[in-house]
């Protein structure tokens, strides 16, 4: 746990959000700032800065965030419709919160290329 990081807070239930899914691993809350109908953060329990931090060490974490991803989005009715898991990485991606995380985005045509 970062002291001074958002996604830390949330992990640790300091700052509340609307959890969807909770395991040892990860935790999948709403965005708060939703960019499709529906739009969720998978976001690791454990501090990562950005995805050019991950090591071996995370390969199962990171298979384990798209299984997670299909099933959220299984339950929550739009896996057939279709998806789309976006990881933003550094200041060109995107990137504004300083722990990794991934975009589950659906419920609507996303368009492509990304802007
Ligand atoms: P990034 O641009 O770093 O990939 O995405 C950060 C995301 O975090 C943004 O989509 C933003 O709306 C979301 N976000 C920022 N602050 C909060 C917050 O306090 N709670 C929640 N649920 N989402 C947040
Ligand atoms: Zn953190």
Same mark, same amino acid.
């Given at each position: 746990? =970062?002291?001074?990081? !958002?996604?830390? #807070?949330?992990?640790?239930?300091?700052?509340?959000?609307?959890?969807?899914?909770?395991?040892? /691993? %990860?935790?999948?809350? =709403?965005?708060?700032? &939703? #960019? *499709? &109908?529906?739009?969720? !953060?998978? @976001? &690791? #329990? #454990?501090?990562?800065?950005?995805?050019?931090? %991950?090591? =071996?060490?995370?390969?199962?974490?990171?298979?384990?965030?798209?299984?997670? *991803?299909? /099933? @959220?989005?299984?339950?929550?009715?739009?896996?057939?419709?279709?998806?789309?898991? @976006?990881?933003?990485?550094?200041?060109?991606?995107?990137?504004?919160?300083?722990?990794?995380?991934?975009?589950? !985005?659906?419920?609507? /045509? !996303?368009?492509w290329p &990304?802007?």
């Amino acid at each position: 746990m =970062e002291s001074d990081c !958002l996604f830390c #807070k949330i992990v640790a239930g300091e700052i509340p959000a609307t959890i969807h899914y909770d395991d040892e /691993k %990860l935790i999948v809350f =709403e965005d708060i700032d &939703p #960019k *499709a &109908p529906h739009h969720l !953060l998978i @976001v &690791p #329990k #454990k501090h990562i800065r950005s995805a050019v931090e %991950l090591t =071996e060490q995370d390969n199962e974490l990171v298979g384990h965030i798209y299984q997670v *991803a299909a /099933k @959220v989005a299984t339950d929550m009715g739009f896996a057939d419709a279709g998806f789309r898991v @976006v990881n933003n990485c550094n200041e060109d991606g995107g990137q504004v919160v300083w722990h990794i995380h991934f975009h589950l !985005l659906g419920g609507r /045509k !996303l368009t492509w290329p &990304p802007g």
